[in-house]
T-cell receptor, first 115, second 110 residues
């Protein structure tokens, strides 16, 4: 396991529910990311935070709402989701934001099923 | 829209053989290239990064980059059953946005 943890690991929710995904990194990194991974599709970047400021919102529907209260924690608040939102949601962190050389460390993911 | 293409596989190789994975990308401005390994039910982990044309070797893994032809490949020598996983190619033009391929699934037969 890496220094990035995610909870819960599995989540089943109805379309009218509200839930939150939590990510915590213990690596002292300054940048954090949310990705969506659907079966047989490439990872999709959803949100990027650098030093608690959002720097990217990759055309994600408003039913997904991120929150970054500090550089170690990242949340993804979910409400009125659709069945097609069922996927593996991965959190990642990296030391710095700028430049492609910084490795992104991934958490174990939350497997989300929307009924 | 940056596109990264990989053969989905599955790529089946016998134990001890060389597994060869290919990746092509559409953005000529791409500068950094990564290979991630993802075991079933697990998160991706970085196994190789390459930034300049040519070969880069790390243990049993060799990454090859050809920017003129816009492809990057990964060779796994002496393949082991523990190498069975999905391998993700990722590229970036040196900003934080990694563009991933859908992955190639490798199965190493004992």
């Amino acid at each position: 396991e890496t220094g990035v943890t995610q909870t819960p690991r599995h989540l089943v929710m109805g379309m009218t529910n509200k839930k939150s995904l939590k990510c915590e990194q213990h690596l002292g990194h300054n940048a954090m990311y949310w990705y969506k991974q659907s079966a047989k599709k490439p990872l999709e970047l959803m949100f990027v935070y650098s030093l608690e400021e959002r720097v990217e919102n990759n055309s994600v529907p408003s039913r997904f709402s991120p929150e970054c209260p500090n550089s170690s924690h990242l949340f993804l608040h979910l409400h009125t989701l659709q069945p097609e939102d069922s996927a593996l949601y991965l959190c990642a962190s990296s030391q710095a934001l700028a430049g492609g050389g910084d490795e992104q460390f991934f958490g174990p993911g939350t497997r989300l099923t929307v009924l | 829209q940056k596109e990264v293409e990989q053969n989905s596989g599955p790529l089946s190789v016998p134990e001890g053989a060389i597994a060869s994975l290919n990746c092509t990308y559409s953005d000529r401005g791409s500068q950094s290239f990564f290979w991630y390994r993802q075991y079933s039910g697990k998160s991706p982990e970085l196994i190789m990064s390459i930034y300049s044309n040519g070969d880069k070797e790390d243990g049993r893994f060799t990454a090859q980059l050809n920017k003129a032809s816009q492809y990057v490949s990964l060779l796994i020598r002496d393949s082991q059953p523990s190498d069975s996983a999905t391998y993700l190619c990722a590229v970036t033009d040196n900003d934080y946005k990694l563009s991933f391929g859908a992955g190639t699934t490798v199965t190493v037969r004992a």
